[in-house]
C-alpha cells in the first residue's frame, strides 16, 4: 500500500501558505522513489510577499537589543534539540542520507550552530579609532537589512542554520528558498523558529531555482545576497548581485585534495581518507576529499586496505540504525554519478578498483543507490579527477615528488578544502602552507565546526560564513561615526 502524502506549506510573515500559484511539487524518497510529501511550488509573487513582510520585520528586529536576540537563538537551539530525533528522520527521509552515520550528527551540529551564535550577540563591537583629543571617531557593526539566502540538498539542516543563526543574530531579517529536493527538515526547523521571533523576520519559501530562487536573488528589496551550491549557479547569483551592487557570499563546489605521505599508520588513515570522502554522505559533499594521491611506496597496500573497508560498509534504508550509506538524492544526480563511472570504466588509462555501476537487480535497485568506487589513474587532468563528481567516486592517483604532488593539488579550478596525512608535522605544516584551498586539515578529515572560518580559495567561493569573523564581515556593515569634539560654545 502506497503511504499517504503529506502536504505542507511554507512560512511567510509567520503563516503557514500556499503558493499564490497554488501549484505544488512533489517530494519523493530517494530511498525507494515513493512520492511521501509535497510543498508549494513558489514563484515571484510569493517572493515579493516574503521580501515585502521581512523589510518590515527589519524596522523592528533590527533594533532588539542584541542581548535578546542571542537568547532567542538559544531557546531555538534548546527546541530544536528536544525535536532532533523527528528531525532526523526527516533529514534521512527526504535526503536519502543514513540516519546514525549522517542526519543525527547533522541536526546535532544544527544545535551547536544555533547555541555558538546565540552567544556571539555581545560581540557585535565597533571600535574607536585614535584621531587626537579633539575627534571622537568610532565604527558600529550595522545590519544589512534583507538577506536572501540560498541553500542546497546535500546537508539541508546545517546549511540553512549557516544562514539563520548569523543573519537573526546581527538583526538582519532572512528570506530563505529551501532547496527542490530536500525542504522539509528546514521547515521544520523553520516552524521552530517562528515560535521565537516575530513574523517575518524569518520567511522560508520553497519551489525551484528558476521560479523562485532566481526572483529572490534579483529582488530589490535584498540587501544581502548568501547562497551555497554549485559553482555554475553561483555564478549567477554573483551576476544578479552585481546589478546592485550588493554583498554577496558564496559557499561553492569543490574536487579538493587529499595528500598520503608514505610514513602514516595505514589502517588508521584508511578510516580518515573514508572520513574525508565523506562515503557515508555517498561523497555529497563540497569538502569530500575526492582526489586522492598516494605515495609510490605505499599506494597498493594502501589501496586494498581501502578497497577492503568500503566493502564492509553496509548500504541500504537511510531509516536503519545499521545502515552506513545511503542513497543519492535523485535521479539526475544518480544518473550524472553512474555517467562519470561508466567513463572511467572505459577510460584505457585506468582501472577500477573496486565498485562500479550500482546494481540493477535486488534491494539496491529500488532507490538511487551507488556503491563505493575506486579508479586508479596516473593523470590528474582526467575528467574525473578535474570534475565535481557528487558521488562516491574516488580518483586515486600515485606520486613520488613532494614539490609535484602539490603542484597536482593546486591544478585546479576549485580551492575549497584539501587534507594531508603524515606524521611528520613539519612536512604536514608545509603541505598546508602551499596548498590553494580555504580550509586544509593535517591528520583529520572531519566535517566542519561552528567557529571556524569556512569558505573557499578560487571559484569554490566568496566570503566566510561559520565563524565570529564571517559573521560580522558577512552579515553586517560598518559604519564610522567622527564627531569634532572642537565645537565653541554659543555666544550668550
Ligand atoms: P545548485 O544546483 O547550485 O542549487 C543550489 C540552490 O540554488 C538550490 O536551492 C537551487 O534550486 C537553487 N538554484 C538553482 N538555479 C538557480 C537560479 N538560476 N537562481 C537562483 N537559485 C537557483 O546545487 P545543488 O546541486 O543543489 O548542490 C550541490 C552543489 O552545492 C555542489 O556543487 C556542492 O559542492 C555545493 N555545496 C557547497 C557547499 C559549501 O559550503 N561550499 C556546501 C554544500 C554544497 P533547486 O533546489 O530547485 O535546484
Redesign the pocket.
Known amino acids: 500500500m502506497s503511504e499517504k502524502i503529506i502536504d505542507h506549506k511554507m512560512i511567510i510573515n509567520g503563516d503557514y501558505v500556499n503558493s499564490v500559484s497554488n501549484q505544488k511539487i512533489g517530494i519523493e524518497c530517494p530511498a525507494n522513489k515513493q512520492l511521501f510529501a509535497t510543498v508549494p511550488r513558489g514563484i515571484k509573487e510569493d517572493v515579493d510577499i516574503a521580501v515585502k513582510s521581512s523589510l518590515i520585520a527589519f524596522q523592528s528586529w533590527s533594533k532588539v537589543n542584541p542581548k535578546e536576540r542571542g537568547k532567542i537563538l538559544l531557546d531555538i537551539a534548546n527546541d530544536i534539540d528536544d525535536q532532533k530525533e523527528e528531525i532526523a528522520k526527516i533529514i534521512a527521509k527526504e535526503t536519502g542520507n543514513a540516519i546514525r552515520t549522517q542526519a543525527r550528527p547533522e541536526i546535532n551540529l544544527v544545535v551547536d550552530i544555533f547555541r555558538y551564535f546565540g552567544g556571539l550577540s555581545s560581540e557585535l563591537k565597533g571600535e574607536t579609532i585614535p584621531l587626537g583629543e579633539h575627534v571622537l571617531s568610532y565604527t558600529r557593526r550595522e545590519p544589512l537589512g534583507v538577506v536572501g539566502a540560498?541553500?542546497?540538498?546535500?546537508?539541508p539542516v546545517m546549511?540553512a542554520a549557516?544562514k539563520i543563526a548569523p543573519s537573526l543574530c546581527t538583526g538582519n531579517t532572512l528570506v530563505m528558498?529551501?532547496?527542490?529536493?530536500?525542504p522539509l527538515a528546514v521547515l521544520k526547523v523553520a516552524e521552530i523558529c517562528q515560535k521565537h521571533i516575530p513574523p517575518g523576520v524569518f520567511n522560508l519559501i520553497t519551489?525551484?531555482?528558476?521560479?523562485?530562487?532566481?526572483p529572490?536573488?534579483y529582488h530589490p528589496d535584498i540587501s544581502k545576497l548568501s547562497?551555497?551550491?554549485?559553482?555554475?549557479?553561483?555564478k549567477?547569483?554573483m551576476r544578479?548581485a552585481a546589478e546592485r551592487v550588493l554583498p554577496v557570499s558564496?559557499?561553492?563546489?569543490?574536487k579538493s585534495p587529499s595528500i598520503v605521505y608514505p610514513d602514516v599508520n595505514e589502517d588508521w588513515t584508511v578510516d580518515g581518507i573514508i572520513g574525508a570522502m565523506r562515503f557515508t554522505r555517498q561523497s555529497?559533499?563540497?569538502?569530500a576529499g575526492s582526489r586522492l594521491f598516494l605515495h609510490k611506496r605505499i599506494f597498493d597496500s594502501f589501496i586494498e586496505q581501502l578497497a577492503n573497508k568500503l566493502d564492509k560498509l553496509i548500504i541500504g534504508d537511510p531509516l536503519d540504525d545499521k545502515t552506513d550509506m545511503g542513497t543519492i538524492?535523485n535521479n539526475k544526480?544518480y544518473t550524472k554519478v553512474c555517467d562519470y563511472i561508466k567513463d572511467g570504466l572505459d577510460n584505457k588509462e585506468t582501472e577500477i578498483i573496486c565498485g562500479g555501476l550500482p546494481p540493477k537487480e535486488g534491494p539496491l535497485s529500488e532507490g538511487y543507490f551507488t556503491i563505493p568506487t575506486i579508479f586508479r589513474n596516473k593523470s590528474n587532468e582526467w575528467r574525473l579527477a578535474k570534475e565535481?563528481i557528487?558521488g562516491p567516486v574516488l580518483v586515486a592517483i600515485p606520486w613520488e615528488d613532494e614539490n609535484e604532488v602539490i603542484k597536482m593539488a593546486n591544478q585546479s579550478h576549485y580551492g575549497?578544502a584539501a587534507y594531508v596525512w603524515t606524521r611528520d608535522i613539519t612536512r604536514g605544516i608545509n603541505a598546508a602552507h602551499a596548498i590553494e584551498s580555504g580550509w586544509v586539515q593535517v591528520n583529520q578529515g572531519l566535517g566542519?565546526v561552528p567557529g571556524h572560518s569556512?569558505?573557499?580559495y578560487k571559484q569554490?567561493?566568496l566570503g566566510r560564513?561559520f565563524s565570529l569573523e564571517g559573521m560580522l564581515d558577512s552579515f553586517t556593515q560598518r559604519k564610522n561615526i567622527s564627531i569634532n569634539l572642537n565645537t565653541p560654545a554659543k555666544e550668550l
Open positions: 540560498i541553500i542546497p540538498w546535500n546537508a546549511l549557516c528558498k529551501a532547496a527542490e529536493d530536500a519551489g525551484t531555482g528558476s521560479e523562485c530562487g532566481e529572490l536573488a547562497f551555497t551550491g554549485s559553482t555554475a549557479v553561483g549567477l547569483i544578479a558564496l559557499e561553492l563546489g569543490g555529497q559533499s563540497c569538502t538524492i544526480q565535481e557528487f575549497l566542519q569556512y569558505g573557499g569554490s567561493g560564513e
